[in-house]
Structure formats: C-alpha cells, structure tokens
C-alpha cells in the first residue's frame, strides 16, 4: 500500500525565509504523481504543484519548488521567500497510477504540516 | 464563479439523523470526488465518480451513500449520523482522461457537526 509520511507537524520560519518541508512516500508503482496542497486557516484545498515519477527536471511554480530524490523517495516541498501569506498546513499527497486508467484518481495524504511564518 | 461548490458550508445535527451534502462543479470535468477531514487534519478518500460511474468505493460504512444525477453533480447522503461522522467532508473534481490527468479542485468543505 501507497504511504505518504510528513514528519514535520509544525515548522517556525521568518518572514523572507526560505523554507524546506519534509515528505517521503513509500511505493512499489514505478508510475505514480506526487502533490503538494495548502490547507490556509479558511480550509479551502489549494493545489500547489505537481511532480510525476518519470519527470526528470524538479517542478517549479512560482516561489515554490519541489526537491524530487526518486531513490530517495522523497519530495520536498521548498518556499522561497516566505511570506506572512504562507502560514497554512501543507499536505502531501500521491496519486495510485493504476486507478487513472479506470478515470478516476486517488490521493493518499500525509499528515500535513503546520508552517507559520513569523513577522 | 467558484469552480466546485458545496451546500451547506456547516451542518449541526443530532445523532441518528440523515443529512445531505451537495456538491456541484462548472469545470467540464469527468471526474468527482468525496474526501474526509478528521479533526486530526488526516484527509481520506471516500468515493469517487466518472461521469456518473462509481469508480472508487473505499471501506466507508453504508451509512454513507453518494449520488451522481450528472457529470457535474455529486451529492452524499449519510443516514443514522454517529458521532464518528463529525468532520469536514470535501468534494473535488478532476479530468482524468488519459493523457491528461490533473490535479483535484476542491470545494471549500462541508464541515459536519453530530451532537
């Protein structure tokens, strides 16, 4: 089975900081997606950015960039330049290849991340 | 124009009653999910629907029953409310045709008290 670990349950970072939060994923697919979500405190789901297994340049969207290392199997999730706007929890998320087929996907969440930014 | 909507936005209730959650996206796509919010923050898929198909059922109690009239509707029904039910309830769509499979949209949530 699909297993997203976020170890991190709550990070402290400094307006203008860069910040770095932590994901592993365990799977035997060699076919999978991975994602990045913002939970602010409003509760709304934002989608941040998208990494597939088989992409071989690290994603980047704006100020947030994901740290890919397959044998590592992890995802890192980096914000550039925090910002006070930034303060939400961060989920992790993968996405099952095998079920697309069917035309449906399925994420599997980590935990989630607290990150507040300090002024 | 919100792109997946959910009615209502919070749901109080007693336990043992039957409520429902509708949701609706303007998307255009195929696919729709139910996921769930714990008050751990821990979110689980529940169901999803392509194109008013049932495709992913996961071990949700029956109690749980989700409908999809149209591509662009789904709605969850949850008869005899327990307790354990109380959580955010999140819809989301997606457009799964092979090759273009992207990211969820979610709605804003549903959150579901049970007195």
């Known amino acids: 089975a699909q297993k997203i670990t976020q170890t991190q349950p709550g990070m402290f970072v400094q307006e203008k900081e860069a910040v770095t939060l932590d994901c592993t994923y365990d799977?035997?697919?060699?076919?999978?997606?991975l994602f990045w979500y913002k939970q602010p405190s409003s509760g709304e789901m934002i989608f941040l950015i998208y990494?597939?297994?088989?992409?071989?340049q690290n994603a980047t969207e704006g100020r947030y960039s994901l740290n890919f290392q397959k044998a590592r199997k992890s995802a890192n999730l980096v914000i550039s330049a925090s910002q006070l706007g930034d303060s939400a929890m961060y989920f992790c998320?993968?996405?099952?290849?095998?079920?697309?087929?069917?035309?449906?996907?399925?994420?599997?969440f980590g935990q989630g991340t607290r990150l507040t930014i300090n002024p | 124009d919100t792109a997946v909507s959910q009615t209502p936005k919070y749901l109080v209730t007693q336990m043992g009653n039957d409520k429902s959650i509708k949701c609706e996206q303007n998307?255009?796509?195929?696919?729709m999910y139910w996921y769930k919010q714990d008050s751990k923050k821990f979110l689980k898929i529940m169901f999803s629907?392509?194109?008013?198909?049932?495709?992913i059922n996961e071990t949700v109690p029956n109690r749980f029953s989700p409908k999809s009239p149209d591509k662009a509707h789904l709605n969850l029904h949850i008869n005899s409310l327990e307790l354990g039910d109380s959580a955010v309830y999140f819809c989301?769509?997606?457009?799964?045709?092979?090759?273009?499979?992207?990211?969820?949209?979610f709605g804003e949530g549903s959150r579901l008290t049970v007195l």
């Open positions: 799977t035997s697919d060699q076919s999978y997606g």
């Open positions: 990494q597939g297994s088989y992409d071989e």
């Open positions: 998307l255009g796509h195929d696919t």
């Open positions: 998320a993968m996405r099952d290849a095998l079920i697309i087929i069917q035309g449906a996907q399925k994420l599997v």
């Open positions: 989301a769509s997606s457009q799964d045709e092979l090759p273009n499979v992207g990211e969820l949209f």
């Open positions: 629907y392509n194109n008013k198909e049932l495709i």
